[in-house]
């Protein structure tokens, strides 16, 4: 665990490092340039921060998805603490997607909120996780909770592909804003594209070292819950 | 009951369900006198103003939204109040119990959508329909859909504290895909005479109908064991 945290570390602070010192050329001559993405320029940077945080939040859905079932087949609480700490970060992550994405396109399109397509999906899962965690704090008995919990999650979940996929290709035929992520991959070189996905690879893991000490956390207070009674 | 199939089941506790409602009234009047409410505020903040086809459309889907958020909430919640939900937890299986509330619900909300439409027609000025066929179908479509999701979280609700602000709160996330959809395919009956110009929306309310009472299906047997 402890080097785990050391490498962790490491790995993201080159990613930060790499992201922010590398410069962006209109002609590349050495391997640490990144190229010029018109409409983006030095915007693109955020792209190394704003993209990871989302997959980030999604992958937190997923994994309280997950776990959900788990708890539905086999009705141990455990797998209610792993689906509910998954939640509580995926929260945290998506508040912060929120907020990168709304600063992003303040400064790309001029405003801070415009219901792209995008803003929408990720608005609505927000308004899923606030909606999971009304319904918790509702219910008093651990089993039924985690029951109903896990019920909605999963309903949350199979409507999700809906806003993920369905939407952004209906609502682009009204609206043709460019959809950055589509655009900005396009026009990304291959350092680029490695520091992205460095970057993707650690989001991904900070989620899981943190998700650990919070599975803890729960189990710690789960029990003295239940000794204090 | 047991001696009946599944089907006789599912047509018995919307029998059950059907004659409870038509012998009180209470979500009908409910509903009906909703509507008149929310059509007269719409009707005040308009004055005489002309408003674009699109908040025609969105203003409509929202009493739908709201109709449904007050009335659809009780199928499940009065077994639990009137302390019924025991004798039909031991008197029938659990899946044929959820369609037959999922019937009820969707003619309930079908009935209200067709009247609450025919006021909107006859009362707001400036509201025209190019597509009549475009409309109905969106309009039936986006009644199913909205029912089916609204009968699962219904049977959620009743199980938690708090429900009547929690139950809007729930909902909204799981419909906003398909309202969103909806809204659309009615701005296009407003706009354009033609049935095939929504077939991409329809597509989607379909696949939407099928995947929440798919999900439905699945995870009723463990709300109602619990």
Not at chain 1, 164 to 191: A, C, Q, W, Y
Not at chain 2, 42 to 57: D, G, M, W, Y
């Given at each position: 665990?402890?080097?785990?945290?050391?490498?962790?570390?490491?790995?993201?602070?080159?990613?930060?490092?790499?992201?922010?010192?590398?410069?962006?050329?209109?002609?590349?001559?050495?391997?640490?340039?990144?190229?010029?993405?018109?409409?983006?320029?030095?915007?693109?940077?955020?792209?190394?921060?704003?993209?990871?945080?989302?997959?980030?939040?999604?992958?937190?859905?997923?994994?309280?998805?997950?776990?959900?079932?788990?708890?539905?087949?086999?009705?141990?609480?455990?797998?209610?603490?792993?689906?509910?700490?998954?939640?509580?970060?995926?929260?945290?992550?998506?508040?912060?997607?929120t907020l990168t994405g709304a600063i992003w396109a303040k400064?790309?399109?001029?405003?801070?909120?415009?219901?792209?397509?995008?803003?929408?999906?990720?608005?609505?899962?927000?308004?899923?996780?606030?909606?999971?965690?009304?319904?918790?704090?509702?219910?008093?008995?651990?089993?039924?909770?985690?029951?109903?919990?896990?019920?909605?999650?999963?309903?949350?979940?199979?409507?999700?592909?809906?806003?993920?996929?369905?939407?952004?290709?209906?609502?682009?035929?009204?609206?043709?804003?460019?959809?950055?992520?589509?655009?900005?991959?396009?026009?990304?070189?291959?350092?680029?594209?490695?520091v992205f996905l460095s970057s993707l690879a650690g989001f991904?893991?900070?989620?899981?070292?943190?998700?650990?000490?919070?599975?803890?956390?729960?189990?710690?207070?789960?029990?003295?819950?239940?000794?204090?009674? | 009951?047991?001696?009946?199939?599944?089907?006789?089941?599912?047509?018995?506790?919307?029998?059950?369900?059907?004659?409870?409602?038509?012998?009180?009234?209470?979500?009908?009047?409910?509903?009906?006198?909703?509507?008149?409410?929310?059509?007269?505020?719409?009707?005040?903040?308009?004055?005489?103003?002309?408003?674009?086809?699109?908040?025609?459309?969105?203003?409509?889907?929202?009493?739908?939204?709201?109709?449904a958020m007050s009335g659809l909430s009780r199928a499940f919640?009065?077994?639990?109040?009137?302390?019924?939900?025991?004798?039909?937890?031991?008197?029938?299986?659990?899946?044929?119990?959820?369609?037959?509330?999922?019937?009820?619900?969707?003619?309930?909300?079908?009935?209200?959508?067709?009247?609450?439409?025919?006021?909107?027609?006859?009362?707001?000025?400036?509201?025209?329909?190019?597509?009549?066929?475009?409309?109905?179908?969106?309009?039936?479509?986006?009644?199913?859909?909205?029912?089916?999701?609204?009968?699962?979280?219904?049977?959620?609700?009743?199980?938690?504290?708090?429900?009547?602000?929690?139950?809007?709160?729930?909902?909204?996330?799981?419909?906003?895909?398909?309202?969103?959809?909806?809204?659309?395919?009615?701005?296009?009956?407003?706009?354009?005479?033609?049935?095939?110009?929504?077939?991409?929306?329809?597509?989607?309310?379909?696949?939407?109908?099928?995947?929440?009472?798919?999900?439905?299906?699945?995870?009723?047997?463990?709300?109602?064991?619990?």
């Open positions: 665990m402890k080097v785990f945290q050391i490498i962790l570390g490491l790995w993201l602070t080159a990613v930060i490092v790499c992201a922010y010192v590398f410069p962006i050329v209109p002609e590349i001559t050495g391997w640490y340039q990144y190229p010029v993405i018109p409409g983006l320029e030095e915007k693109a940077r955020i792209l190394f921060f704003h993209v990871p945080l989302a997959w980030t939040s999604v992958v937190g859905f997923l994994v309280s998805v997950f776990f959900a079932v788990r708890y539905l087949r086999a009705k141990k609480l455990d797998d209610d603490i792993r689906s509910s700490s998954a939640a509580g970060l995926g929260l945290l992550f998506c508040a912060l997607t400064f790309s399109w001029g405003s801070f909120w415009n219901w792209d397509p995008r803003e929408t999906s990720i608005f609505v899962l927000l308004l899923i996780y606030g909606a999971y965690f009304a319904l918790r704090s509702s219910i008093q008995e651990d089993e039924k909770r985690a029951t109903l919990a896990a019920v909605y999650a999963i309903i949350a979940g199979v409507t999700m592909p809906f806003l993920m996929f369905v939407m952004p290709r209906i609502i682009e035929s009204l609206h043709p804003d460019p959809i950055i992520n589509t655009k900005g991959k396009v026009s990304m070189n291959s350092t680029m594209l490695v991904t893991g900070l989620f899981f070292w943190i998700y650990s000490l919070k599975v803890r956390l729960a189990r710690l207070e789960s029990g003295r819950s239940t000794e204090g009674a | 009951m047991s001696g009946r199939g599944f089907i006789g089941i599912t047509a018995a506790v919307f029998r059950k369900d059907t004659s409870s409602e038509l012998r009180t009234r209470y979500a009908l009047n409910a509903l009906f006198l909703f509507t008149v409410t929310t059509l007269s505020i719409i009707l005040f903040s308009f004055q005489s103003a002309t408003v674009p086809t699109q908040v025609h459309a969105g203003l409509l889907w929202v009493l739908i939204f709201f109709a919640i009065t077994e639990e109040d009137r302390g019924t939900i025991l004798l039909l937890k031991l008197s029938t299986i659990s899946t044929p119990v959820f369609y037959g509330k999922l019937l009820f619900n969707v003619l309930l909300l079908l009935a209200l959508t067709t009247v609450l439409t025919v006021l909107y027609a006859l009362v707001v000025p400036g509201f025209a329909v190019e597509g009549l066929w475009t409309l109905c179908t969106a309009l039936f479509l986006g009644t199913v859909g909205l029912a089916s999701a609204s009968t699962i979280i219904g049977a959620l609700i009743a199980k938690a504290n708090a429900r009547g602000t929690l139950y809007p709160v729930l909902s909204f996330p799981i419909v906003l895909p398909l309202l969103l959809t909806v809204i659309r395919a009615t701005t296009t009956a407003m706009e354009n005479p033609s049935w095939g110009a929504a077939s991409g929306e329809y597509r989607v309310l379909l696949s939407y109908i099928v995947v929440i009472n798919a999900a439905s299906y699945l995870v009723f047997d463990f709300i109602w064991k619990d």
